[in-house]
T-cell receptor
Framework: AAGVIQSPRHLIKEKRETATLKCYPI?????VYWYQQGPGQDPQFLIS???????DKGSIPDRFSAQQFSDYHSELNMSSLELGDSALYFCASSSVKSGDTGELFFGEGSRLTVL | GNSVTQMEGPVTLSEEAFLTINCTYT??????LFWYVQYPGEGLQLLLKATKADDKGSNKGFEATYRKETTSFHLEKGSVQVSDSAVYFCALSDRASGTYKYIFGTGTRLKVLA
């Protein structure tokens, strides 16, 4: 079965650079979530989209932005990168359609290292 | 607001020992409850779930029962293996204004020794 696809899997950037992460949700899933997980930390919710509209916002820095496109894939854009942005970034998708239990399906994550 | 509290780790057990990881929640509605597992270097995977009171989720020898009266969803396994070493996250989802909102616990690291 198709899973959530994230790219790139690994990314190395310098401070003050920009990075873009991509997420392709499970087909027919209508909701995408972004999480940030620092070393030894639990996943922190950043932002979510439902049917291409932002549905909820968590602890996403102003330097970050995200959007969901017409094909439902989502991109997380991070600018003016700081050392503290080094983390594993997860995308997850779910469906709110009738009969679904709201289970979250996670991608493998994109590991960002800021030098 | 909704919240999830799970026992702090790390938990270190010998192989074949009994495992319990406590999880309690607070919620204003009727959430679904989940346990996710994260193996080193990997993403979170759903381990089991329960969508209503008294439901029991089970998978790979792990079990958890949705207890509304005690607002708990404790994870148990009768005999752990070295391969169960991972971080376990308790989570709830609540549907508000159309979409699901998820709350995760802080994770409990389990280390199983041979």
């Amino acid at each position: 079965a198709a899973g959530v696809i994230q790219s790139p899997r690994h990314l190395i950037k310098e401070k003050r650079e920009t990075a873009t992460l991509k997420c392709y949700p499970i087909p027919r899933h209508d909701t995408v979530y972004w999480y940030q997980q620092g070393p030894g930390q639990d996943p922190q919710f950043l932002i979510s989209f439902y049917e291409k509209m932002q549905s909820d916002k968590g602890s996403i820095p102003d330097r970050f932005s995200a959007q969901q496109f017409s094909d439902y894939h989502s991109e997380l854009n991070m600018s003016s990168l700081e050392l503290g942005d080094s983390a594993l970034y997860f995308c997850a998708s779910s469906s709110v359609k009738s009969g679904d239990t709201g289970e979250l399906f996670f991608g493998e994550g994109s590991r960002l290292t800021v030098l | 607001g909704n919240s999830v509290t799970q026992m702090e780790g790390p938990v270190t057990l010998s192989e074949e020992a009994f495992l319990t990881i406590n999880c309690t929640y607070t919620a204003t509605g009727y959430p679904s409850l989940f346990w996710y597992v994260q193996y080193p270097g990997e993403g979170l995977q759903l381990l089991l779930k329960a969508t209503k009171a008294d439901d029991k989720g089970s998978n790979k020898g792990f079990e958890a029962t949705y207890r509304k009266e005690t607002t708990s969803f404790h994870l148990e396994k009768g005999s752990v293996q070295v391969s169960d070493s991972a971080v376990y996250f308790c989570a709830l989802s609540d549907r508000a204004s159309g979409t699901y909102k998820y709350i995760f616990g802080t994770g409990t690291r389990l280390k199983v020794l041979a």
